[in-house]
């Protein structure tokens, strides 16, 4: 069992940045970011694989955010530039302790924070 806690979320206008942290209790494989907004479904954002060190972005957030990872405190970030309103959602921080398949597949998580509000304003 691995249990993650998200932090950093916060308000902020457009175009400008934001970091988010989760930490886990133990070692994970992927880590990722997901985001819902208001009367949407859960979005895949970002991905960080262990064992070959890639990452994974959702196409309206590449070349905006940026994820990273701390093996050795078992944390990842993402860092959020150039935020845009659209970009306003819970964002949640989820992980798995083993290759699952596609990284943007929610379902292949099955260790998930609570999530941190992230709110964009134009």
């Known amino acids: 069992q691995v249990q993650l806690v998200e932090s950093g979320g916060g308000l902020v206008q457009t175009g400008g940045s934001l970091s988010l942290s989760c930490a886990a209790s133990g070692r994970a494989y992927s880590m990722a970011w997901f985001r819902q907004a208001p009367g949407k479904e859960r979005d895949f954002v970002a991905a960080?694989?262990?064992?070959?060190?890639?990452?994974y972005y959702e196409k309206s957030v590449k070349g905006r955010f940026t994820i990273s990872r701390d093996n050795a405190k078992n944390t990842v970030y993402l860092q959020m530039n150039s935020l845009k309103p659209e970009d306003t959602a819970l964002y949640y921080c989820?992980?798995?302790?083993?290759?699952?398949?596609?990284?943007?597949?929610?379902?292949?998580?099955?260790?998930w924070g609570r999530g941190t509000q992230v709110t964009v304003s134009s």
């Open positions: 960080s694989t262990t064992s070959d060190g890639r990452t």
């Open positions: 989820a992980a798995n302790n083993a290759p699952h398949g596609a990284v943007g597949d929610s379902s292949n998580y099955p260790y």
